[in-house]
């Protein structure tokens, strides 16, 4: 007999309804009754910061943007990845996930806000990165849907052409862009290059449900003449 979930939590919020249920070991964060992550099928948001920090890693006091909380499976994953001395910036917009995350969920992410190196911000990452100048060397968006075939190719606060002329500012010289997505989104891809980045797709793991990480880096500027 499958056992059935525990709801420990529940809110409302702008997008829905939120829940944090558990079952024995596993948690699920859903909206409006939509699972949203699941603590045993995370591959994709720790891919997300795995292949975003890779070219990052190495440089001296790195500066990284997490935008999106969640279960803080993408914070506990670049935090492994990253040196002593790098600073992690994490903008979530509901504070009673951070308090999900510090607590009932601080043993699925290895009490991840409780490291020094991580500065969590209650607000919207579109507006920190709208006020960032050549802040970061890497901005990883773990957002609820991410791109797709419906984001408005222009006006969309994270993913339009005037939102990733702002994330190009806020990077710095060779600086990475990463984002979650449910499926691969050839029109935001193509959006990317035109705003001066190169672009890769990745569809982390092998079998069952496959989500989408796009990696994209500020293009080397052409010589002038």
């Avoid at 943007?65 to 935090?79: E, F, K, Q, V």
């Avoid at 009673?96 to 601080?106: D, H, K, M, N, T």
């Amino acid at each position: 007999m499958v056992r059935a979930w525990d709801i420990l939590d529940r809110l409302d919020s702008l997008d829905g309804t939120l829940e944090l249920r558990q079952r024995g070991t596993e948690f699920l964060i859903s909206i409006d009754g939509r699972v949203l992550m699941n603590s045993h099928a995370n591959r994709s948001e720790v891919a997300l910061a795995t292949l975003g920090l890779a070219d990052v890693r190495q440089r001296n006091a790195p500066r990284i943007l997490i935008g999106g909380l969640g279960m803080g499976c993408t914070l506990r994953a670049a935090l492994d990845a990253l040196p002593a001395d790098a600073r992690v910036q994490v903008s979530e917009k509901n504070a009673r996930i951070g308090r999900w995350c510090g607590e009932a969920l601080a043993a699925i992410n290895g009490e991840a806000l409780a490291d020094a190196r991580v500065d969590l911000a209650i607000e919207d990452v579109s507006a920190r990165i709208g006020a960032s100048s050549a802040c970061f060397d890497a901005i990883l968006l773990d957002l609820y849907e991410g791109p797709h075939a419906g984001t408005d190719s222009v006006a969309d606060a994270f993913y339009g052409r005037r939102a990733l002329q702002r994330t190009r500012s806020a990077l710095t010289h060779g600086g990475v862009f990463a984002v979650w997505s449910e499926d691969r989104d050839a029109r935001f891809e193509a959006r990317l290059r035109e705003a001066g980045f190169t672009v890769e797709s990745h569809r982390p793991g092998r079998g069952g449900r496959r989500h989408a990480v796009t990696v994209a880096r500020v293009a080397a500027q052409r010589p002038q003449r």
